[in-house]
């Protein structure tokens, strides 16, 4: 008979032995049969980034019940393409990123391992999603965040999502968040981004630090709002990066250009 259960393909940027992977893992068991493939240590910050100078390599860490799990030495991106391309039995249903130990909200969409895989998904025209927690600890309490996971997950393997589209969802930390606000990336960016030092020669070297300056702090459509007022944000992602709106006002150009 025909295997009926969801296949979930499950990758995050932090590597396969983070806290976070683990509460992915565990919030979404039950929805159906699991496949991880994820990288062998930590990744943030390689957005969709791809290997293609060196080759892959791929070890199988274990496999148990309905839970299959990899590592590779590549980014969350290969990840997904490896997994879907190469790995999986059969198509996964959805593609889950996450849990993120920070936020991914905003800006970060931008630069983010783990919304890298999401959007990869999308390529795929799989329904996919990205999950971050707003804690940075290595340590973090992904307690209270996998009811959440787990009802957005269900609701998408039901309900599908456009193709090309994906979801950004981010997860204030602790007990008492207030609900979901479906919403929208909040404008701003990054200042004071880097800390200049000295290394052991005395030479000039640079930390990557600063803080997010938004620039709309009281739209209540906005996910840094959503998150700063105790919501779970979710915003829908799309690989399709045209600006729609400006194609007709510079049309022009064809002719002067």
């Not at 307690?143 to 959440?148: I, L, V």
């Not at 007990?175 to 000295?198: A, H, L, P, Y």
């Not at 997010?212 to 906005?222: G, I, K």
Request: charged share 20%.
């Amino acid at each position: 008979m025909e295997n009926k259960k969801p296949l979930i393909l499950i990758t995050n940027d932090d590597g396969y032995q983070a806290k976070g992977i683990e509460a992915l893992i565990d919030s979404v068991k039950d929805l159906g049969d699991i496949i991880v493939v994820a990288p062998d240590g930590p990744r943030s910050g390689m957005s969709s980034a791809i290997t293609s100078l060196q080759p892959l390599r791929v070890y199988l860490i274990s496999e148990s019940q309905n839970i299959k799990v990899y590592a590779t030495t590549g980014t969350p991106v290969d990840c997904v393409k490896l997994g879907i391309s190469e790995l999986a039995e059969r198509r996964p249903d959805i593609v889950l990123s996450g849990v993120n130990h920070g936020s991914n909200a905003a800006v970060a969409v931008l630069y983010s391992g783990t919304m890298g895989a999401a959007i990869e998904g999308a390529v795929f025209k799989i329904p996919s999603i990205g999950f971050s927690l707003l804690d940075h600890s290595h340590n973090a309490d992904f307690t209270y965040s996998k009811k959440n996971i787990h009802s957005i997950t269900k609701q998408v393997l039901e309900d599908g999502l456009p193709s090309g589209t994906c979801l950004n969802v981010n997860i204030p930390k602790g007990d008492d968040i207030k609900g979901i606000r479906v919403c929208r990336q909040t404008s701003g960016q990054w200042v004071n981004e880097f800390m200049q030092s000295k290394d052991g020669a005395d030479k000039d070297i640079y930390w990557l630090t600063g803080n997010f300056e938004n620039d709309e702090p009281s739209d209540e459509m906005t996910d840094e709002w959503a998150l700063a007022n105790r919501y779970v944000s979710v915003v829908p992602v799309k690989v399709d990066m045209t600006n729609h709106d400006l194609i007709a006002s510079i049309k022009f150009w064809e002719a002067i250009l």
